[in-house]
């Protein structure tokens, strides 16, 4: 069994116990969390939707999103990201959310946000949202599926009540 097998039959496990729905939240991954949740048989069981919003246009419109937060931090940001699992769960029937925000590259990075910075944002219903920054490194695919597996490690984290920034 792979590490993303793993993590997935372990978080859907974790969810099925608790009685959780999981909600994604994608910018830089396209919808990779949630296709890699579709793929487990069974999956309708804990995962209610995913939202590919890839435009700030989407991220406000999709998941409510700030103007002030996109204007102030960027998309790529802690700010943004907490938004976007706020977002995620008021507009599903998810009690558990992740969302993900970064520079995939190969283009499109910049000295304080350079290619294979990403955001990634993990929350419960009625709690606070832990966001933590990640500097993957590699090529476009390699950033994104090393995202994917930094989201199902925290999502598992946090229902396990082991995430801590």
């Known amino acids: 069994m792979n590490e ?13 116990d608790q009685g959780l729905l999981m909600a994604t939240a994608e910018s830089c991954t396209g919808g990779w969390i949630a296709q890699q949740a579709t793929s487990l048989a069974g999956s309708s069981d804990w995962f209610d939707c995913g939202f590919v919003s890839y435009s700030n246009a989407a991220k406000q419109s999709m998941l409510g999103v700030t103007t002030e937060s996109l204007n ?3 998309a790529v940001s802690e700010a943004v990201v907490i938004e976007m699992v706020q977002g995620a769960i008021a507009a599903s029937r998810a009690q558990v959310a992740v ?8 283009a499109g990075g910049s000295q304080a946000k350079p290619v294979g910075t990403v955001w990634i944002a993990w ?4 709690q606070r949202v832990i966001a933590k920054c990640f500097h993957f490194q590699g090529d476009r695919e390699q950033v994104r599926w090393q995202t994917v597996v930094a989201a199902y490690q925290g999502l598992l984290a946090l229902l396990q009540n082991k995430l801590s920034i």
């Open 123 to 126: 929350g419960k219903q009625e």
């Open 72 to 74: 102030r931090e960027g």
């Open 99 to 106: 969302a993900v925000s970064g520079v995939a590259g190969p």
């Open 4 to 16: 993303i097998t793993s993590l997935l039959v372990k978080t859907s496990e974790a969810l099925l």
